[in-house]
């Protein structure tokens, strides 16, 4: 099969992975990214698994929370150029939208309410458009409704996180997880939460990867429960070394604070 000098950028800008073997994974996945990552990752490659289908090419993203910390959005808008996407008037307009965001429950109801001089929002958004001369669009609106929510956004508007938890938390301590998440990126607050094919694809990887080593079926059994038991700790939220702290978890972290204290839920995305 052909692959196309596109292609193989394409994996080797989400992989990292030199051209030849990006060539390689392709030609085997007949052409399909998405088998040719897990091709690669089968070889004992190290690529960051993929959690979040909500990625934009550029653009910039904003988490913003009510008054009473009991609901949190995080909006994201498109652009052309990443040039556009770090301007602060730009990202000021974002700011408005973000705040007026909270509002509403869903994407539809936000875009097509009413805002100032405009008809709505989405009228607003193309306004803007003739101002900066790029084509933008709503991507994102991801709302979460719990007890207490805390926001973050990462500096470069590229990450934006929400976390909500079971009641009042001090704010310093709420802040300090919703870092940890945008820095960690859990795929789940417990094990239960993640995605059985995900946990099986993740088996498949390591078989794959333990069955060219010259070891007994028994050692080869442990090894691969060993991997496994890693990845659950390492990618669930509360087994999580605390950032801040790594010499203990995020469950730790809280326990010290109030060990009643749950997180609810978490929304992080990325670019």
Known sequence: MKISIKEISKLRTITGIGIMDCKKALIQSNGNI???????????EKIAINRSSSKMKDGALIASVNFNYSCG???GISCETDFLSKNSKFLNFLSILSKQSLLFSNKIDFLSSSYDEYGNIQEMIVNYMGVVGEKLELKIFEKIV???VINYTHNTNKIATLVGFSKKVNTLIAKDIAMHITAMDPIAIYKKDIPTSLINE?????ENQVQKENKSDFVKKNIIQGKIQKFILENTLLN????????????????KYDKNLKINLFKRISF
Do not use: C, H, W
């Not at 998405?34 to 004992?44: E, M, T, V």
């Open 34 to 44: 998405d088998k040719a990552i897990l091709f690669l990752r089968k070889k004992g």
């Open 73 to 75: 959005t995080i909006i």
């Open 146 to 148: 719990s007890p207490f």
């Open 202 to 206: 993740e088996i498949e990887i390591i």
């Open 240 to 255: 999580q070394k605390f950032i801040k702290e790594n010499k203990i978890t995020v469950q730790e972290y809280l326990n």
